[in-house]
């Protein structure tokens, strides 16, 4: 990442603004870098909502998601320096894979098709 950054500013409802922070501090980042890292992860085709979050919970209950997201980090860093794109992208690639193992599933269990005409995947009522 080169060191000739800019400030980029959004207004959201406080109520957004709180949520941002308050997963922003699970995952042990800053409010800067889970909004960066937030939009990097829209712009691959994804979202983050809380169900399709990428950070899994620690079955201890403690330290939620973050240690889980720590041994990503140090994995994805065991080989060498990496930017924050790249370390953004080492750590959401496994997510992509269990995205898509999740719409394989669901799509053969007949839960969620593609709908190419929305240009998007949707829920099918039972």
Do not use: C
């Not at 980042?29 to 992860?41: C, K, P």
């Not at 930017?83 to 007949?110: C, I, K, M, P, T």
Request: negative net charge; charged residues 35%.
């Amino acid at each position: 990442m080169s060191d000739d950054r800019r400030s980029v500013k959004t207004y959201v409802p406080e109520d957004q603004k709180a949520i941002w922070q308050d997963h922003a501090d699970d995952l042990g980042m800053s409010q800067s870098e889970f909004v960066r890292t937030m939009v990097q992860a829209g712009r691959r085709g994804f979202s983050i909502d809380g169900a399709d979050n990428p950070v899994e919970p620690d079955p201890s209950g403690s330290d939620p998601g973050g240690s889980d997201l720590e041994r990503r980090v140090e994995a994805a860093l065991s080989d060498g320096v990496l930017s924050w794109e790249e370390l953004v992208d080492a750590v959401f690639d496994d997510f992509e894979g269990r995205l898509e193992g999740a719409l394989d599933s669901l799509q053969d269990r007949n839960r969620v098709r593609y709908n190419g005409r929305e240009g998007g995947y949707t829920l099918i009522d039972e």
